[in-house]
């Protein structure tokens, strides 16, 4: 007989977190065994490694009541595990998190094997070193922690579970979306689950409520049939790395307002009372940057410092190329100049319309011989969650039951991808609840977890599942 999802013991909750309490140990070995799998999934020499991590957690899930499988893709695979939990009446939980990791390198800049995890004590405690603690199998762990709880206390989780986790991510998830259109009917849910996210800061919890989407492009430049001896043709022949580097040049105002046709269409200024829930977060800008070396800001003129990362649109090189780049000197003229170029995208402006402009902005700016190509490496728009749902006022009371603080509403300056495709295919909100803090180094070498933040996160997920279950 199925259990009644809406009358299940006040104390069981409690027994829950007792449960989880007592498998901490447990809880660490399993993520130090994952983490040793190199699950990288930019190289291909690791396509068997993605594998396996995908099946050593479909084995996890198999062992708590679960239905799992492999959904194969041109590239790696996606694992989708199901429960019933206590009927088809509970409300329905999608979990999505993902197992491949970023390539380890530079190797030496390592304290310890990247996959050979190692705990480790910090100013907070214990951490666990290792590439992916915290980006993002550590983070999969603190709710797989919390569904072994639910098994153990209760003998399943209280709403009904799908689990998706994809082994691309780290590479732009570009098998993700076949996957949810064609699982459109199983993945279907009230609600999705993602910890891929920080915390505002090791004590004070944080749900991500907006984040920022993503138009990446590459300028190609080219001018002449070949590189030019400098001293033979300098000050005659065009130098296209003088041209492209012009043309960058006035990507900015002297304000730092960013001069792409059209860039600003569709950007909401926020209220007074957004301004003033930022202010009172009291974020310290100075230390901020001065923990990565910098002390002077970058961007609009005139804005706040939350209101730049997280509600205002950027645009940055992020690689610049061309003539000759060996060592010692050669004295050419090239004719050939690349750039990088990514803008950071507010909820809405149109990623597509960021293009064009783009092509607007250089264009005119280029002479009768020159020639200019433009690729197109990802698109994605700005998204905002809703802070008023019966699904984010649980989360915020679960969050301050554990932290004993309210969770503060950040806005996030990335990109997360699958959020868009979860809305767009499947029209599923998501609610972003994440343990991660700035200073974790994820995709750096010593990426880390705090064992207090990997803990806190399972029982925070523990309580999520208890209070999603009468949440609609």
């Known amino acids: 007989m199925a259990?009644?999802?809406?009358?299940?013991?006040?104390?069981?909750?409690?027994?829950?977190?007792?449960?989880?309490?007592?498998?901490r140990a447990e809880t660490e070995a399993s993520l130090i065994e994952w983490l040793r799998i190199p699950s990288v999934s930019a190289q291909p020499a690791h396509a068997p490694d993605c594998r396996k991590a995908a099946e050593w957690l479909g084995e996890q899930l198999v062992a708590l009541g679960f239905q799992a499988g492999l959904r194969e893709t041109p590239g790696h695979p996606v694992l989708i595990a199901t429960h019933p939990g206590p009927g088809p009446e509970a409300p329905h939980v999608l979990i999505y998190g993902h197992y491949d990791v970023q390539p380890?390198?530079?190797?030496?800049?390592?304290?310890?094997?990247?996959?050979?995890?190692?705990?480790?004590?910090?100013?907070?405690?214990?951490?666990?070193?290792?590439?992916?603690?915290?980006?993002?199998?550590?983070?999969?762990?603190?709710?797989?922690a919390a569904l072994r709880a639910w098994n153990s206390?209760?003998?399943?989780?209280?709403?009904?579970?799908?689990?998706?986790?994809?082994?691309?991510?780290?590479?732009?998830?570009?098998?993700?979306?076949?996957?949810?259109?064609?699982?459109r009917e199983l993945l279907s849910a009230d609600i999705a689950v993602i910890s891929d996210t920080n915390m505002w800061d090791p004590r004070t919890p944080a749900l991500t409520v907006s984040l920022r989407g993503l138009a990446y492009v590459q300028i190609d430049l080219r001018r002449g049939e070949r590189d030019l001896h400098s001293g033979l043709f300098g000050g005659s022949a065009g130098n296209v790395l003088n041209l492209l580097t012009e043309i960058?040049?006035?990507?900015?105002?002297a304000e730092g307002r960013v001069q792409i046709p059209g860039f600003y269409d569709g950007v909401a200024e926020p209220d007074a009372a957004q301004r003033a829930a930022w202010a009172a977060l009291d974020f310290d800008e100075s230390a901020f940057l001065a923990a990565q070396g910098l002390s002077v800001p970058g961007g609009e003129a005139g804005r706040g410092a939350l209101e730049r990362l997280w509600a205002r649109p950027t645009a940055d090189?992020?690689?610049?190329?061309?003539?000759?780049?060996?060592?010692?000197?050669?004295?050419?003229?090239?004719?050939?100049?690349?750039a990088k170029l990514s803008c950071r995208l507010v909820p809405g402006q149109d990623p597509q319309k960021i293009v064009e402009g783009i092509r607007a902005f250089v264009q005119p700016r280029l002479p009768a011989d020159a020639r200019f190509g433009l690729q197109v490496f990802g698109l994605a728009p700005g998204i905002a969650m809703a802070t008023d749902s019966p699904w984010m006022t649980a989360a915020r009371e679960v969050l301050e039951e554990e932290f004993g603080r309210s969770a503060v509403l950040a806005g996030g300056g990335g990109s997360i991808p699958v959020v868009s495709s979860l809305k767009g295919i499947?029209?599923?909100?998501?609610?972003?609840?994440?343990?991660?803090?700035?200073?974790?180094?994820?995709?750096?070498?010593?990426?880390?977890?705090?064992?207090?933040?990997?803990h806190a996160g399972g029982r925070s997920h523990a309580r999520l599942l208890a209070a999603l279950a009468g949440a609609r």
């Open 317 to 338: 090189i992020n690689g610049i190329w061309g003539g000759y780049m060996g060592e010692g000197s050669k004295t050419v003229i090239a004719c050939e100049g690349h």
């Open 426 to 454: 499947l029209g599923l909100d998501s609610l972003l609840m994440g343990f991660g803090l700035d200073d974790d180094q994820v995709h750096s070498p010593n990426e880390k977890f705090e064992l207090a933040c990997l």
């Open 153 to 183: 206390a209760a003998g399943g989780p209280p709403v009904r579970v799908t689990v998706l986790v994809e082994g691309e991510e780290e590479i732009g998830s570009p098998n993700l979306d076949r996957v949810l259109r064609e699982e």
């Open 104 to 144: 380890p390198e530079p190797l030496e800049l390592w304290t310890s094997p990247p996959f050979d995890p190692a705990i480790v004590p910090g100013p907070r405690g214990q951490r666990i070193v290792a590439r992916g603690a915290v980006d993002d199998k550590g983070q999969v762990m603190t709710w797989l």
């Open 248 to 253: 960058l040049g006035e990507l900015k105002d």
């Open 3 to 23: 259990r009644d999802w809406r009358a299940m013991p006040n104390d069981l909750t409690a027994r829950v977190l007792t449960a989880l309490d007592s498998a």
